[in-house]
């Protein structure tokens, strides 16, 4: 479909151009963030009056295990009163996030793409396709661009898990031997995601599964690489999941641990999941666009992980997409929430593309000697159309430049800029704010309430040195 060099720069163009499209209101609206009342300023707070190691420890012992995002959400912009720094993160999260796509799509067209600027080309393609696929399938544009805690816990995560694929393909292209450089960056690598979350964990540990199934069909043994990864993995799940403050946390859910309501809740949601996946975002045109790079990919000789069966890739897939939704069930007795949709989206849209490679490895004999060229042209614009179309009517696009355009964002800001003004400006021990006059949902997350013992508002409270804060009326009208 796509083999002559002008229509792979055509989808080229037009995929890096609706990056770009999705990119400016991103960053647009960084500009306009501000520290969320959930959480941040509890986090802060804890820093602050503890110190930045013993935060980390009082937040291991009560309530989680999750290392590294501790680290992170005790260092905030918030303990030094930085306002601007939840202004730059966001775009400095969003420069990752692109970067990290272009290393795994560099990476995995190495060896098999034609070379010189095709490569490039292909390249910047697939890089463009991974990340408007992501951007388009965000679950919720606030929890992973511009809530701090949420970044932390999962947007970081997401980083790490591409750079890590991207490191494991480069250094198996290199023969996966006891290289030095490669396992301090694997192994750092993979400590950060176990330590973001339950469901980084989960994503982790899956990849190194599959790795060791691989060499264990492909040689029967396992390599010293892998074995030190596994230890690696094994010595940071420990750390997460023996936490006492896991305990405490799982404790105050009565819903949790139950498992035959987690395994049928699990099966109902992933129907609908999978359905929406296919229907309401561009997973199929994109998939289109790939095929004809997928043919590429797999000319021999095949690298290990291509050298897999697709039934393997396939069980593999759907027996992580299906545990990582299965954890909010068993956890809280819910379904996944947004901030953890993103994860699952990234991982099950990794697997689709994975295994639609293993699966043109197995067809591609069926095949002429070449990928059909019939009418290329007609499905590659096709295609692309269909792409321009999910990506604007399901995707954040519509909600991020609407909040943007509108000037809700700026009313957010000035609003929020008004709170802290008005913080600074009175020595009343009782903070009384009024509802914000507009709630951009591209932006906002939660708001403090009416009720001054609420967690939010103790936060707010302490960290401003108030007895507390209520906010006061809600007569005022909020726009969405």
């Not at 699952?344 to 070449?370: D, E, K, P």
């Not at 709630?439 to 960290?463: G, I, M, Q, T």
Request: positive net charge; contains cysteine; glycine residues 8%.
């Amino acid at each position: 479909m796509i083999r002559s060099a002008p229509l792979l720069r055509l989808v080229t163009l037009v995929l890096t151009s609706l990056s770009l499209v999705l990119t400016v209101p991103l960053v647009a609206l960084s500009f306009y963030n501000h520290p969320s009342p959930a959480d941040d300023y509890c986090f802060a707070n804890t820093a602050m009056q503890y110190g930045f190691w013993e935060a980390q420890q009082f937040y291991y012992d009560g309530w989680s295990g999750r290392f590294f995002h501790n680290f992170v959400v005790h260092s905030s912009p918030l303990t030094i009163g930085w306002y601007t720094g939840y202004k730059i993160y966001p775009i400095l999260l969003l420069a990752l996030l692109l970067l990290s796509f272009y290393a795994l799509a560099r990476q995995w067209v190495a060896d098999n793409a034609s070379g010189g600027s095709g490569r490039q080309t292909a390249s910047l393609a697939l890089a463009a396709g991974l990340f408007v696929g992501f951007i388009a399938s965000l679950a919720g544009l606030p929890e992973f661009m511009y809530w701090y805690a949420g970044m932390a816990c999962y947007s970081m995560s997401a980083v790490f898990f591409l750079a890590l694929l991207a490191t494991l393909i480069a250094h198996q292209r290199q023969g996966f031997g006891l290289s030095p450089g490669y396992l301090l960056a694997e192994s750092l690598l993979i400590a950060g995601i176990v330590g973001s979350s339950e469901t980084s964990m989960v994503m982790v540990m899956s990849v190194l599964g599959l790795i060791t199934l691989g060499e264990l069909i492909q040689r029967r043994r396992l390599s010293a690489t892998v074995l030190i990864l596994l230890g690696v993995g094994a010595i940071s799940c420990y750390y997460l999941m023996a936490a006492p403050g896991n305990a405490v946390r799982m404790a105050s859910n009565p819903n949790s641990s139950n498992i035959p309501h987690t395994v049928l809740s699990s099966l109902r949601y992933a129907v609908g999941y999978l359905s929406h996946q296919l229907l309401k975002t561009p997973l199929l045109p994109l998939s289109l666009l790939y095929l004809p790079l997928a043919w590429q990919l797999t000319a021999k000789p095949l690298p290990a992980y291509l050298r897999l069966h697709p039934i393997w890739g396939l069980l593999h897939g759907g027996a992580t997409v299906l545990v990582l939704i299965s954890l909010h069930f068993y956890g809280v007795g819910i379904p996944p929430v947004t901030r953890l949709v993103n994860l699952i989206n990234l991982l099950f849209w990794l697997s689709w593309g994975y295994n639609l490679t293993l699966l043109m490895v197995v067809l591609r004999h069926r095949f002429a000697t070449s990928f059909p060229k019939s009418y290329a042209q007609t499905l590659a614009v096709a295609a692309l159309g269909w792409v321009l179309i999910a990506t604007g009517l399901w995707s954040v696009t519509p909600v991020a430049y609407g909040d943007w355009l509108s000037g809700r964002a700026a009313q957010y800001d000035q609003a929020m800029q008004q709170r802290y003004a008005q913080f600074a400006q009175t020595d009343a021990t009782n903070g009384q704010v009024a509802p914000l006059p507009v709630y951009p949902a591209s932006l906002f997350l939660e708001d403090v309430k009416n009720d001054p013992k609420h967690l939010w508002n103790r936060c707010w409270a302490d960290y401003y040195h108030k007895k507390t804060v209520v906010l006061t009326d809600h007569s005022t009208e909020a726009v969405q």
